[in-house]
Nanobody, 118 residues
């Protein structure tokens, strides 16, 4: 399936945003979907994943602040981001993580830009 991220924007530190990852087809059978981000001058990193069964995993930087969830009926995966920090500023993408660490199954879309001001 093709995945498209949206919902980014500008927010002050301490604020919240909810990102959406909308799929072109049903995600019920998709093994896992992840949110990734790439900050200026840095490598892309994995932020959070959610399995088809709802199991979640988070990067240390996201634990306690971000929540990933999925709505199979809407073919959408969400990333609720609270207590945002300037270091969360990045382009956020969604994709299907591969069984091989660091690899993904889909192509990278345009992503959605999140800017957190101090």
């Amino acid at each position: 399936v093709q995945l498209q991220a949206s919902g980014g924007g500008w927010v002050q530190a301490g604020g919240s945003l909810r990102l959406s990852c909308t799929a072109s087809a049903s995600i019920r059978s998709v093994n896992a979907i992840g949110w990734y981000r790439q900050a200026p001058g840095k490598q892309r990193e994995l932020v959070a994943t959610i399995s088809s069964g709802g199991r979640t995993n988070y990067a240390d930087s996201a634990k306690g602040r971000f929540t990933i969830s999925r709505d199979n009926a809407k073919n959408t995966v969400f990333l609720q981001m609270n207590s945002l920090k300037p270091e969360d500023t990045a382009v956020y993408y969604c994709n299907e993580p591969s069984d091989y660490p660091g690899y993904v199954l889909g192509s990278w879309g345009q992503g959605t830009l999140v800017t957190v001001s101090s």
